[in-house]
């Protein structure tokens, strides 16, 4: 018989994971439909291809997809990989914060900010659109958790939340007055609101710090050869996730390289 901290811990971190894996199934769908304005309770899920209704047993989060081949039962019609990554980057994510964090009221909050950065991430790469159900509905969230015991106060979060926005509002007006030309997208400063509200002012400096890093790094060199657009949210999702996982480490041993041991 399995010792009762170890069943106390993985018997939650397997219904949260269960539960991961169903929510990520409809933030595939909201991750396609806000960005284009439709509703994400009607119409049902269907085929794009054939436009046929998916039937609730082809609707089976990862399992559903493998055993399809990834393809539609009615008319063989591809579909995304998209979909079952999501799904198991969802599980993932909410059963791993219960491993993480124990069965606590800070697994719920950070399973649910881990949850709105992938959405984000997947609508940003996806559209180049930042749904405002995500930023802005997150910072609320985010805000509500701040009551809940541990975590940031609500004090804190509120003021992560202004500062968040302020900030990339100027960081945007600033670009727009140097080129002459829209710098950054609004859906950018809400989001940078969302993250405040769960990471506080700290958290909001190393995201902006690390997301724009990445940013630069990885897209930069496309960017300047393209023209295209940096898709600043994943970056910015990137940033947030790792400050929320290992911020204070990071942290720590910049302050030890800089500075030497304390």
Do not use: H
Request: net charge neutral.
């Amino acid at each position: 018989m399995l010792p009762l901290p170890l069943v106390d811990l993985w018997l939650p971190a397997a219904a949260a994971a269960l539960f991961g894996l169903l929510l990520g199934s409809f933030l595939n769908v909201c991750t396609i439909r806000w960005p284009q304005d439709q509703s994400v309770v009607t119409p049902r899920s269907r085929c794009p291809g054939c436009s046929r209704e998916i039937a609730w047993y082809d609707n089976v989060p990862v399992l559903s997809w493998i055993l399809l081949r990834g393809r539609c039962r009615a008319c063989g019609e591809g579909i995304s990989v998209q979909y079952p990554l999501v799904e198991l980057a969802t599980g993932l994510i909410w059963g791993g914060s219960v491993v993480a964090l124990g069965p606590e009221w800070e697994a719920l909050r950070g399973a649910i900010f881990l949850t709105l950065l992938l959405g984000i991430a997947v609508s940003d790469a996806r559209f180049y659109i930042i749904p405002d159900q995500f930023s802005v509905g997150g910072a609320a969230i985010g805000l509500a958790l701040a009551f809940l015991p541990g975590g940031l106060t609500w004090l804190q979060a509120l003021l992560g939340a202004v500062t968040g926005f302020l900030l990339l509002w100027f960081v945007a007006w600033a670009g727009e007055k140097a080129f002459r030309k829209e710098a950054m997208g609004g859906g950018d400063i809400k989001m940078m609101a969302m993250l405040g509200a769960f990471l506080g002012i700290p958290g909001v400096l190393l995201t902006l710090f690390l997301g724009s890093l990445l940013g630069a790094v990885i897209f930069g060199p496309i960017s300047m050869k393209t023209g295209k657009l940096v898709p600043f949210g994943i970056f910015l999702a990137l940033g947030g996730a790792a400050t929320y996982v290992v911020g204070d480490a990071l942290v720590a041993w910049y302050m030890e390289w800089a500075f030497g041991p304390a």
